[in-house]
């Protein structure tokens, strides 16, 4: 109900108290508490007066950058890998090898 009211109010916001930028995001008090030091404080957190605020803008900005940064990660390694399939004997990615399946001989009788 909260998020529907600051949505509604049309105020700007941008840095809000732990327990509302916990309920936005949706993630609990102590857990929040604890992740805080993997962000940037500045941008996505400060301390003022002996209280933690949390920046929505810088929240959404870091979020982004890490999405990119991923992409980009993520095409670095599928551009590897089919550079590396494209020549030739290279090794496959896989590494479990198949193993054939080998049936039990059939005897054969001859009638007499």
């Known amino acids: ?10 105020v700007p916001l941008d840095w809000v108290t732990q327990p509302q930028f916990g309920k936005l995001i949706g993630l609990p008090q102590a857990r929040l508490y604890q992740a805080k030091d993997n962000w940037p404080e500045g941008l996505v957190w400060q ?26 990660e993520y095409e ?7 550079s590396q399939s ?16 080998i049936l039990p001989k059939r005897e054969s009788y001859e009638l007499v």
């Open 86 to 101: 494209a020549v030739s004997g290279a090794p496959s990615p896989c590494r479990t090898r198949r193993h054939q399946k």
């Open 1 to 10: 109900m909260e998020v529907i009211e600051i949505i509604e109010s049309n």
């Open 47 to 72: 301390k003022i007066n002996n209280k933690i605020y949390f920046s929505l803008r810088g929240w959404n900005e870091w979020m982004s950058q890490q999405g990119t940064q991923k992409a980009s």
């Open 76 to 82: 670095a390694t599928a551009l590897k890998l089919i």
